[in-house]
């Protein structure tokens, strides 16, 4: 006899073994009493038949990334202006990611989900994730020059804990959905580096200089890459990609995260 774990994400649930209407609603409507779902932001139990990690309430409380942004980095920049200070007159020169964009602004609703997907073993959110992102896509008319998507890696022992790279779920769902190429072996981690949280923008900068490395430059020669990530705080860790990238030879390297840090 078919039993489920009782191991379940918040938001999910086990798959029916039938496919009657009636009886699927009844299973579902019995899920929801032995396992309500609850909002990964604000705790409040959700709709019965709600898909979404987020209550009504905290899926409106996001917020995209608005019209004024860094040109360079996509930093908020609530004053306007075409550049934030760190991205200012000649310092844009020096960076190998020339252009970083974010679907939506990192504030409490989000880094509920963000935490449970990362942290918590529930690798499922990667598809709202994802759809999120894509939403946002075409704004960005610098996304267009994309020719092939690259998660940022995580380094080899990480992953084996985590069980999965969560930036490489959201590429792969990106990839389906734009229909571009995806390259999960070309990039990888050198070393496990420390928390970034424990460094100002410096020595983040510094951290994650030579974390990375390429192992098959012909994949990239010539190549404008999109790296994709989770949250942009300094952008150091997507510099640091960037950094190997440009040095296999890719023709230009861009970043596209779920979300942004102001």
């Known amino acids: 006899m078919w039993k489920p774990k009782i191991t379940w994400p918040t938001t999910w649930r ?14 579902d409507g019995l899920l929801y009493v032995l396992l309500p779902n609850t909002c990964y932001s604000c705790k409040r139990d959700l709709h019965w038949q709600a898909k979404e990690p987020l209550c009504p309430a905290c899926e409106t409380a996001v917020k995209t990334v608005g019209p004024l942004y860094c040109l360079r980095c996509g930093k908020p ?7 934030c200070y760190q991205c200012r007159g000649s310092k844009a020169d020096h960076f190998k990611c020339k252009i970083i964009r974010s679907a939506v602004v990192f504030g409490p609703q989000v880094r ?21 992102m894509n939403k946002e ?57 420390p928390s ?6 410096e020595g983040r900068l510094q951290n994650m200089s030579g974390a990375f490395s390429c192992v ?25 990609c960037a950094e190997a990238l440009k040095a296999a030879g890719a023709k230009k390297v861009m970043a596209y995260t779920l979300a942004r840090e102001v």
């Open 14 to 27: 086990p798959t029916l073994p039938f496919s009657s209407n009636s009886l699927r609603r009844a299973w």
């Open 77 to 83: 920049l609530p004053d306007g202006g075409a550049h």
């Open 112 to 132: 509920g989900v963000v935490h449970a997907f990362k942290y918590a073993d529930q690798p499922h959110l990667a598809g709202y994730l994802a759809q999120r």
């Open 137 to 193: 896509w075409d704004k960005y008319v610098d996304l267009k020059e994309a020719e092939l998507l690259i998660p940022v890696p995580l380094y080899k022992k990480k992953h084996k804990q985590r069980g999965y790279n969560q930036s490489e779920l959201l590429a792969q769902q990106l990839a389906q959905m734009r229909g571009l190429p995806l390259d999960t072996q070309s990039l990888i981690r050198n070393r496990n580096t």
């Open 196 to 201: 970034q949280t424990e460094f100002g923008r």
């Open 216 to 240: 098959n430059p012909a994949a990239l020669k010539g190549k404008v890459v999109l790296l994709i990530d989770d949250v942009a705080t300094t952008g150091a860790t997507l510099e640091g």
